[in-house]
């Protein structure tokens, strides 16, 4: 017998994100790789030292990661989007845009 949504336990999952960094300077590379246990997800980003600024790794690191971690979420939200259709969801109305367009 199932039992009502309301009173089912919680279901954990896990997934598994590895986050790799590689510098050559002027540039750094961030690449993700999230395995979900059921679907394997992978991005790169790059970021790119200016001659004329500072050499700061870390600023470097915090831009390629975060460039990917960008580029993962717009691949999640993608995959969820084909999971939608593939099960016959109707399509849902686009975003209202934050503020008018400009003219």
């Known amino acids: 017998m199932t039992r009502p949504v309301e009173s089912r336990p919680w279901a954990v999952k896990e997934w598994r994100l590895n986050l790799y960094l ?5 540039d750094t590379t961030a690449r993700i ?6 679907n394997v997800l992978e ?13 700061v790794p870390d600023i ?3 831009l390629a990661a975060g ?5 993962l979420g717009r691949e999640l939200v993608r995959a969820a989007q084909g999971d ?3 099960v016959g969801a109707p399509e849902a ?9 400009q003219e």
């Open 22 to 26: 590689s510098e050559h300077d002027p």
């Open 33 to 38: 790789v999230l395995d979900t246990g059921d």
């Open 43 to 55: 991005t790169c980003a790059e970021a790119r030292r200016s001659p004329h600024d500072p050499t």
């Open 60 to 62: 470097g690191d915090e």
């Open 67 to 71: 460039r990917a971690l960008i580029a």
């Open 84 to 86: 939608i259709r593939a």
């Open 93 to 101: 109305d686009p975003p209202v845009p934050l503020w008018p367009p």
